[in-house]
C-alpha cells in the first residue's frame, strides 16, 4: 500500500531522516518506534509532503507521492494526525470535525452525516459534547477529536504521531480500544509512539528508528522479546 525506499528528508541543510525503507501493506497495523528525536515525525511528515525530501521510490497505492503537491495527499485517502493534536480552538467539537470533512471532495450530506455517526460511534465521549469549544476539551478528547477529524475523510491509510503523549494510561488505553476498533473497519495503520510497549502491544509489525536511521524490523512480538529493544526502551 505504502513503500519506501531510501527516503531522506532534511531541515534547511541539516538531513534528518537518511535513507529508510519500509512498507506498509493493506489492512496492517505497522508501528514506527524510536526514542526523541529519532526521526519520527519527520517521516510522517516526509509522507505527507510536508517536509523536504527525496526517495528512491515513495508510492502509495502505485501514486508516486513524490510528484503530488501536499494538498493533494488527504484526497488519496491519506489522513495525518499530527503530534500535539493540532485541535482548532475557538471552534466546537463539531465544527472540528467537519473541517475534515471539508478536506474530501465530491461528499454529499448523506455521507457526511454518516460519517459523523461513525466517529460518534468510535468516540463516545465526542459524541457528548459536540458544542463543546475545542480547547477546553481534556487532553485525551482533544486527541479523539484530532483522529475523529482525520477519520472524517474515511482515509483508507491513518498516519498517527505519538497518540499517547501525555495522556494518562487509562485514557492511552480507551484510545486504543477505540483504535483497534477503527482498524477493524479496515483502516490501515501507521503508527508513531515513543511508548514502545504500548506500540507493540497494538502493531503487528513495527520499524525502529534511531537517528535518522532504520536500526530494526520484525513482528512486533519478536521485538517484543528483543533484548537490545528491552535493555533500551522497555527499562528490562
Ligand atoms: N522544524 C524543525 N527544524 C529543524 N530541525 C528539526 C525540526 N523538526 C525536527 N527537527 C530535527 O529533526 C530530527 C528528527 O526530529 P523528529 O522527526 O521530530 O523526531 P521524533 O518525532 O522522533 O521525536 C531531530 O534532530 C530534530 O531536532
Ligand atoms: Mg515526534
Given amino acids: 500500500m505504502l513503500s519506501i525506499a531510501e527516503l531522506s528528508a532534511w531541515y534547511g541543510a541539516v538531513e534528518a531522516l537518511h535513507s529508510i525503507s519500509l512498507e506498509v501493506h493493506e489492512g496492517e497495523r505497522v508501528a514506527l518506534v524510536g526514542s526523541n528525536r529519532a526521526g519520527k515525525t519527520t517521516t510522517l511528515r516526509a509522507i505527507s509532503g510536508i517536509v523536504q525530501r527525496r526517495a528512491a521510490s515513495l508510492t502509495y497505492r502505485g501514486v508516486d507521492l513524490q510528484g503530488l503537491p501536499p494538498h493533494l495527499v488527504p484526497g488519496l485517502g491519506i489522513a495525518h ?3 500535539g493534536r493540532q485541535v482548532f480552538s475557538g471552534m466546537s467539537v463539531l465544527e472540528n470535525l467537519l473541517v475534515g470533512a471539508y ?3 465530491g461528499r454529499d450530506h448523506a455521507a457526511q452525516q454518516e460519517r459523523l455517526d461513525f466517529v460518534f460511534s468510535i468516540f463516545p465521549r465526542l459524541a457528548e459534547r459536540p458544542m463543546q469549544s475545542g480547547e477546553t476539551l481534556s487532553g485525551g478528547e482533544q486527541q479523539m477529536l484530532a483522529i ?3 477519520l472524517m475523510l474515511s482515509p483508507s491509510l491513518l498516519l498517527l504521531d505519538e497518540p499517547s503523549q501525555g495522556l494518562a494510561p487509562r485514557v492511552v488505553d ?3 480500544e477505540a483504535l483497534v476498533h477503527v482498524a477493524a473497519t479496515g483502516v490501515t495503520i501507521l503508527l508513531v509512539e515513543q511508548n514502545i510497549s504500548m506500540a507493540l502491544e497494538f ?3 513495527a520499524y525502529v528508528l534511531e537517528n535518522g536511521v ?3 524490523q520484525g513482528s512486533a512480538a519478536d521485538l517484543a ?3 537490545s529493544i528491552r535493555a533500551s526502551y522497555l527499562g528490562l
Fill in 203 to 205: 502493531a503487528s509489525r
Fill in 214 to 216: 532504520i536500526s530494526l
Fill in 81 to 83: 494526525v499530527p503530534e
Fill in 174 to 176: 480507551e484510545m486504543y
Fill in 103 to 105: 478536506c474530501r471532495r
Fill in 148 to 150: 475523529g477529524r482525520a
Fill in 225 to 227: 522479546r528483543d533484548d
